[in-house]
């Protein structure tokens, strides 16, 4: 199975695409340093300059694309994150099936192997292309703002006393953030992991790729309209927490459930492909 | 001129079969937000808010309206109104890939046999325009047949509806706004933002097509300008609605002007740039 998945990771590296999502990734969440980070340096300055006893400068964490809810490249990313996820990897199994790449793998090597490897690479190609777009966001305002620990009085964070880990944040925000990079990192594999899933049973490659984020969409729509917005993962995956009532239980259920779907459908095409 | 008929009534034909899972989803999508509206009146008239029921303008009204300037200094979280948002994304996935279907197997032939590779984009577009207003039907009847069943089945604006639920002054529209505002604006900027999506996917793959649309749909959403032209599909962003608003008559006279430059273009791209091979 080792050989299989050094193969898909090397296929991952070497596509073209894999490389333009992460640069458009990183593009929104630069320019999102640039307008709303960057700035903060002349307060910065006013601040070091006068005698401003009062006032708490400054930090990175309610200022970086995760950290706030205002600007429009924090709703861009968090929206378009499960297309960007799924645009490089999304429909590989459905390309391998489709130009008989498969029947070449299978004489190779077990079905199960090549099952097993494309989960695992599906998932951290996902993953990966979630979180490092935000890692460049965090490095530029890393370097640009002081990590102070949030201050409740400053009134310029995004998280409340209900909100979860707000604890943590206010004592320790680096393991806040590094924890929410985790729910983000799986979120983003789960997205992929879902449309790979799909491109076993679907015919349209565009809708193979978009169908997360349809689905993503529809959640979005239906659950936000209702009154049910802490089930939306738009809602529970930006860090800053944009709706109350956000809670672990909802986020690793739902992990979960995506999880066993896409493991019991893998499991089931491995057992039954009919490929050669 | 005879083979641009043959090749649109080919597009409604191909495109009626491709796309009949997605009428379903429209229908769905129109249920959901009526049911939305449904469920807000239903909480008003306990509170004794509301006295009549929603008539179809009145969630027609609710799903076009939009949001009002958002400001980045209140502190509030950007979050675009959720019916809106979903109609021009669902448009977006309603014209889905088909415009580029011809690219790949037999489909070519339509192009060689077009004998004009601009007829070819322009029956394209023309199908985009086509799936819109389609789409904006399916949506209409969704919408009178609830309104039938859980609502008035008239064509009058309620004035607690459009205060409680819409959070709109019912008063201010008359009937030539409603008709510029609600009817004609939301299809027209569709319409244009659709036929650039197909022109679009003629250098780029559709999926990188329908990215660029959100992020048009969320900047027309988060800044009111002429240049971002979803702004003119928001009732909440025209001028006799809120002070300082979009005239409607010139977001007309800019999204007719804005279809024609987008086909000329397609047009012109398609005839130095080798789309089979070269997209991106």
């Keep these: 199975m080792k050989k299989f998945i050094k193969i898909e990771i090397r296929r991952i590296i070497d596509s073209k695409r894999f490389w333009l999502v992460l640069l458009i990734g990183c593009a929104i969440t630069v320019s999102q340093y640039i307008s709303n980070v960057l700035p903060c340096i002349q307060y910065m300055n006013i601040y070091e300059k006068k005698d401003f006893s009062m006032l708490m400068p400054f930090e990175w964490y309610s200022k970086w694309i995760g950290g706030e809810y205002y600007t429009l490249q924090s709703f ?81 964070n995004p998280i409340f006393s209900t909100s979860m880990w707000a604890d943590l944040y206010y004592s320790f925000p680096d393991i806040y953030v590094i924890l929410y990079m985790l729910i983000i990192f799986v979120y983003g594999g789960l997205f992929t992991l879902t449309s790979v899933t799909l491109g076993a049973f679907v015919e349209n490659r565009f809708i193979v790729i978009l169908m997360p984020f349809i689905v993503y969409l529809f959640s979005y729509t239906v659950l936000g309209s209702f009154g049910f917005a802490e089930y939306v993962p738009y809602y529970f995956l930006s860090p800053a927490q944009k709706v109350n009532g956000i809670s672990l239980d909802i986020i690793v259920i739902e992990a979960m459930l995506l999880f066993l779907i896409t493991g019991l459908v893998f499991i089931y095409k491995a057992k039954h492909d009919e490929t050669l | 001129m005879k083979k641009i008929f043959y090749l649109i009534k080919h597009d409604i034909k191909d495109g009626a079969r491709y796309n009949f899972k997605k009428y379903i989803f429209t229908v769905i999508l129109f249920l959901v937000f009526c049911a939305d509206v449904y469920s807000q009146y239903k909480i008003h008239t306990e509170r004794c808010n509301v006295l009549f029921q929603p008539t179809i303008c009145d969630y027609i009204l609710y799903i076009f309206r939009g949001m009002r300037e958002y400001d980045p200094n209140l502190s509030e979280a950007f979050n675009i109104p959720a019916a809106w948002f979903a109609v021009q994304l669902g448009i977006a996935y309603f014209v889905g890939n088909y415009p580029t279907k011809d690219t790949e197997g037999y489909g070519i032939q339509y192009i060689i046999r077009s004998g004009s590779k601009c007829l070819w984009v322009a029956s394209k577009c023309i199908y985009s325009a086509i799936a819109t207003v389609q789409f904006y039907l399916i949506g209409y009847v969704v919408v009178a047949f609830w309104a039938l069943l859980f609502g008035r089945f008239e064509f009058s604006l309620s004035e607690d509806i459009g205060m409680y639920i819409s959070n709109i002054n019912a008063e201010v529209i008359t009937d030539s706004i409603f008709v510029i505002c609600v009817l004609v604006l939301p299809l027209l900027t569709s319409i244009a933002v659709s036929i650039f999506q197909t022109v679009l996917m003629l250098v780029v793959r559709p999926i990188y097509s329908y990215l660029a649309i959100i992020v048009i749909v969320s900047a027309s959403a988060y800044y009111k300008t002429y240049f971002l032209p979803l702004n003119y599909s928001m009732i909440f962003r025209m001028s006799p609605i809120v002070a300082g608003g979009l005239d409607p008559y010139i977001a007309v006279i800019i999204d007719i002007f804005l279809i024609i430059l987008t086909v000329i273009f397609g047009c012109a791209i398609i005839r130095k740039f080798d789309f089979l091979e070269k997209r991106l």
């Design chain 1, 76 to 156: 861009l990313y968090f929206i378009v994150l499960p297309l960007l996820c799924v645009i490089p990897w999304g429909d590989s199994l459905y390309t391998d099936i489709k130009t008989g790449y498969t029947k070449n793998l299978f004489i190779r090597g077990k079905k199960g192997h090549y099952y097993a490897a494309k989960y695992i690479s599906s998932f951290f190609s996902g993953g990966v292309i979630a979180v490092v777009p935000l890692l460049v966001n965090i490095m530029l305002s890393c370097a640009t703002l002081p990590s102070l620990v949030p201050e409740t009085a400053a009134g310029t």
